[in-house]
């Protein structure tokens, strides 16, 4: 596959529910390396974008391509090596298992498509370190706290190292430490291993952290493109539909543990985003 094909492209997508247009001409493109971060107030089509794009959903009209194949007419056999080979996604409900313990839940992909158990425990062992679970393999759902658990879906949805990943409101009810650190994996996914993602969300102070030269904000309102730009332009822009979306922002996130450059060296060591380690590119400090 040519590296300069998009790892999403929308094409002037449209789609309805019983004759409500939730999209309306929705073209877009997500390139390599680069995260695209949806945002739009309730209903406007943020999460029906991201079933879209993991065909698990079907578009009215229009094309919808991953790393160039288009994929709307697709049967569920190829759609399935597609989520399998390419995709990772962390939707907003908790999707764990809970009959699972840790390792069980990590490896739950690579099983479905015919790992062998060396391999499996190689890639388990890898991505547990990457979201900072290692030594937690045997422990249930129910022993984890809440940001665990957002971590382990991140660890299932990551593991084999997808090239392109969807995110949907992840750190949605978490407190703002086990937010950061949520942020902080999704953070070292793109910027490390050059993970493409759509990352959905109405947190909009979330913005300036995730922020770099590879991160784009597209803001939907009643089903449409509002707006489409950098960080810095959807800050400083004057739309109404962002005016909106800030107005309804009314916590004060001054005391969020915040960086102003993720990747900043002066953060203590329990509070990096990164560790070097030989045998692994990227791993979370103890």
């Given at each position: 596959m040519c590296m300069d094909t998009p790892a999403i492209e929308f094409r002037n997508v449209f789609l309805s529910f019983d004759g409500h247009q939730v999209l309306h001409d929705i073209s877009f493109v997500l390139e390599r390396g680069e995260m695209l971060i949806v945002t739009g107030v309730s209903g406007s089509g943020k999460s029906v974008l991201l079933r879209l794009a993991m065909g698990l959903m079907t578009p009215d009209s229009g094309q919808i391509f991953i790393e160039g194949r288009e994929i709307e007419n697709l049967d569920e056999s190829d759609l399935l090596d597609i989520r399998g080979s390419l995709m990772g996604m962390v939707f907003q409900e908790d999707s764990l298992f809970t009959g699972l313990p840790v390792f069980e839940n990590a490896a739950y992909r690579l099983e479905e498509h015919g790992w062998t158990e060396e391999e499996i425990e190689r890639a388990v062992a890898e991505v547990l370190r990457f979201v900072g679970l290692e030594g937690e393999e045997q422990k249930f759902p129910e022993e984890l706290s809440g940001?665990?658990?957002?971590?382990?879906?991140?660890?299932?949805?990551l593991i084999g190292w997808?090239?392109?990943?969807?995110?949907?409101?992840?750190?949605?009810?978490?407190?703002?430490l086990a937010a950061l650190k949520v942020l902080d994996l999704i953070i070292r996914a793109r910027d490390v291993n050059h993970i493409s993602s759509l990352y959905v969300t109405k947190k909009i102070h979330e913005f300036d952290y995730l922020g770099n030269d590879k991160t784009r904000v597209m803001v939907l309102k009643d089903g449409r493109v509002a707006f489409s730009g950098s960080v810095k332009e959807f800050k400083s822009s004057e739309l109404s539909a962002i005016k909106e979306l800030v107005s309804l922002d009314r916590q004060d996130h001054s005391k969020d543990p915040y960086f102003a450059d993720p990747w900043d060296k002066d953060r203590r060591p329990t509070e990096m985003i990164l560790c070097s380690n030989s045998d692994f590119e990227a791993r979370p400090c103890r």
């Amino acid at each position: 596959m040519c590296m300069d094909t998009p790892a999403i492209e929308f094409r002037n997508v449209f789609l309805s529910f019983d004759g409500h247009q939730v999209l309306h001409d929705i073209s877009f493109v997500l390139e390599r390396g680069e995260m695209l971060i949806v945002t739009g107030v309730s209903g406007s089509g943020k999460s029906v974008l991201l079933r879209l794009a993991m065909g698990l959903m079907t578009p009215d009209s229009g094309q919808i391509f991953i790393e160039g194949r288009e994929i709307e007419n697709l049967d569920e056999s190829d759609l399935l090596d597609i989520r399998g080979s390419l995709m990772g996604m962390v939707f907003q409900e908790d999707s764990l298992f809970t009959g699972l313990p840790v390792f069980e839940n990590a490896a739950y992909r690579l099983e479905e498509h015919g790992w062998t158990e060396e391999e499996i425990e190689r890639a388990v062992a890898e991505v547990l370190r990457f979201v900072g679970l290692e030594g937690e393999e045997q422990k249930f759902p129910e022993e984890l706290s809440g940001g665990m658990k957002r971590r382990l879906e991140i660890a299932r949805a990551l593991i084999g190292w997808p090239r392109i990943m969807l995110f949907d409101e992840p750190t949605m009810n978490l407190d703002p430490l086990a937010a950061l650190k949520v942020l902080d994996l999704i953070i070292r996914a793109r910027d490390v291993n050059h993970i493409s993602s759509l990352y959905v969300t109405k947190k909009i102070h979330e913005f300036d952290y995730l922020g770099n030269d590879k991160t784009r904000v597209m803001v939907l309102k009643d089903g449409r493109v509002a707006f489409s730009g950098s960080v810095k332009e959807f800050k400083s822009s004057e739309l109404s539909a962002i005016k909106e979306l800030v107005s309804l922002d009314r916590q004060d996130h001054s005391k969020d543990p915040y960086f102003a450059d993720p990747w900043d060296k002066d953060r203590r060591p329990t509070e990096m985003i990164l560790c070097s380690n030989s045998d692994f590119e990227a791993r979370p400090c103890r």
